[in-house]
């Protein structure tokens, strides 16, 4: 079975500054996507990024960029140029070629002005 | 629009009752999850469906029944059996290697 882990439970971050949330996880599978999930108060689900496996390439989206390393089973997400409205909990998921999505516990991120 | 519906936005549910949760989506997806979410906490496993007539349990199925009759619609019902079922509900559905797309959650209090 496929596990993610997200070892930080609570992060803060100066507002225009720079974090990163960590993820790590466990498969077997050579074939899988990762994804980071934003969840604001309103408790929307929103996907901020994704990546492919089978991609050495980074994924980036305008503030938001992934640090993959497949030997490590790690995928970091970093916020550049915080904004308050990157207040949010934030979930690493994890879905396989058997298209089984397997989450994180999440981690909350505070954005103080 | 493409897209997953929950409903209702908000439920009450009396003591021994059961209730049922809605989920519609036509995205023409193959799997769809049901998660509960505690205040403050992550997301939860209840049950998942990859395929039409068939489904399996997560991590917290107990006091849960789903079913999956049509690929579009995936209702979870929480029965009497669930002891502490005040949470929020969140449903999604995924294609193949692909994200998951949410619904806008439902909120059930026990009253």
């Known amino acids: 079975a496929q596990t993610v882990t997200q070892s930080q439970p609570e992060m803060s971050v100066q507002e225009a500054e720079t974090v990163t949330l960590s993820c790590t996880y466990d498969?077997?599978?050579?074939?899988?996507?990762l994804f980071w999930y934003k969840q604001p108060p309103s408790r929307q689900m929103i996907l901020v990024i994704r990546?492919?496996?089978?991609?050495?390439q980074n994924a980036t989206e305008n503030r938001f960029s992934v640090n993959f390393q497949k030997a490590a089973k790690s995928f970091s997400l970093k916020i550049s140029d915080s904004q308050l409205g990157d207040t949010a909990m934030y979930f690493c998921?994890?879905?396989?070629?058997?298209?089984?999505?397997?989450f994180g516990g999440g981690t909350r991120l505070m954005v103080k002005p | 629009d493409g897209g997953i519906t929950q409903s209702p936005k908000y439920l009450f549910r009396k003591e021994g009752q059961n209730v049922t949760l809605s989920c519609e989506q036509n995205?023409?997806?193959?799997?769809m999850y049901w998660y509960r979410q505690d205040p403050g906490q992550g997301l939860r496993l209840i049950y998942y469906?990859?395929?039409?007539?068939?489904?399996q349990k997560g991590d917290i199925a107990e006091g849960y029944s789903v079913s999956r009759e049509k690929k579009e619609s995936f209702p979870l019902t929480v029965t009497s059996a669930q002891k502490n079922p005040t949470a929020f509900y969140l449903c999604?559905?995924?294609?193949?290697?692909?994200?998951?797309?949410f619904g806008q959650g439902t909120r059930l209090t026990v009253v």
């Open positions: 990546q492919e496996a089978y991609k050495q």
């Open positions: 498969t077997s599978e050579n074939n899988y996507y």
């Open positions: 999604a559905s995924s294609g193949y290697w692909a994200e998951a797309f």
């Open positions: 998921a994890f879905n396989n070629a058997g298209n089984m999505l397997t």
């Open positions: 995205l023409n997806h193959d799997a």
């Open positions: 469906s990859q395929i039409v007539n068939d489904f």
